[in-house]
């Protein structure tokens, strides 16, 4: 049997809810929140006020005038500036990405690149999408060993079917998982999986499991983005993590 190597990991990021799609390559343009609001200049302190001295009572001109005292100038008033503020540092925008094309690996990666180190990622991605991706693959290559894949995506579930060659024989199979993550890794659980009918070989349904699992294996041990959460919802998928 042939099989290709990239949809046994194309396998695996499903099972995985794509996750790895993130640490392939998966972000675009910036949107950064630069605009940040000067603080006001403080008051500039006025002139010194100027002192008014205080008139001698007139007095009969047969007494004599009592000498005035002098009164004291008041003190300038001073001003002390108050340290300004700190201006808090623009974050840089969560980065959302719908529905990605999974084969333009190129863009993918330079996109990439742009993304700051520690920004946040999201990934939001539709189970109709994802099989239309894998289709499209499937009818570029040649001999994949796979056919008339289905994803769907349901409430903490993830489905995956289609037909699996072995040798000359065409086997159904479905598997059903869900995730976690852990460490910054999707963690996947096969909670059932479905090979063939009452007519299968053993060897064959062996050979398929294997293969499913060994496909969960293929998440790179040190992935350039750290994710922090996986949700399953109906017909969608959300991803979230952050550059490293």
């Known amino acids: 049997m042939k099989s290709s190597r990239l949809f046994e990991?194309?396998?695996a990021i499903t099972l995985t809810l794509l996750a790895c799609c993130l640490s392939c390559?998966?972000?675009g343009r910036l949107l950064l929140n630069s605009e940040t609001?000067?603080?006001a200049a403080p008051p500039t302190a006025t002139s010194e006020p100027k002192t008014t001295p205080i008139p001698s009572s007139p007095?009969?001109?047969s007494k004599a005038s009592p000498t005035p005292t002098p009164v004291s100038p008041r003190p300038s008033?001073?001003?002390t500036p108050t340290p300004a503020a700190a201006l808090p540092t623009a974050a840089?925008?969560?980065l959302t990405v719908t529905d990605p094309s999974l084969t333009d690996r190129e863009l993918l990666e330079q996109q990439f690149r742009a993304a700051q180190t520690g920004q946040e990622l999201v990934l939001l991605i539709h189970d109709d999408h994802l099989e239309r991706e894998i289709a499209a693959y499937l009818a570029a290559q040649q001999e994949t060993g796979y056919r008339n894949v289905s994803v769907r995506f349901k409430p903490g579930l993830v489905e995956l079917g289609g037909e699996v060659q072995v040798l000359s024989l065409w086997v159904p199979a479905t598997v059903w998982?869900?995730?976690a993550v852990r460490d910054c890794k999707p963690e996947a659980t096969i909670t059932e999986l479905e090979v063939g009918g009452f007519l299968t070989p053993k060897w064959a349904k062996d050979y398929i499991a294997?293969?499913?699992?060994?496909?969960?294996?293929?998440y790179p041990d040190d992935p350039p983005v750290c994710l922090e959460s996986v949700e399953i919802r109906e017909g969608e998928a959300l991803v979230k993590g952050s550059k490293r």
């Not at 294997?210 to 293929?218: K, M, Q, W």
Request: glycine fraction near 6%; charge should be negative.
């Open 9 to 11: 990991i194309i396998l």
């Open 25 to 27: 390559g998966l972000a």
């Open 37 to 39: 609001t000067p603080l």
């Open 59 to 61: 007095t009969p001109s």
């Open 77 to 79: 008033p001073t001003y």
């Open 92 to 94: 840089a925008t969560p």
């Open 177 to 179: 998982g869900q995730v």
């Open 210 to 218: 294997n293969l499913v699992y060994d496909a969960l294996d293929r």
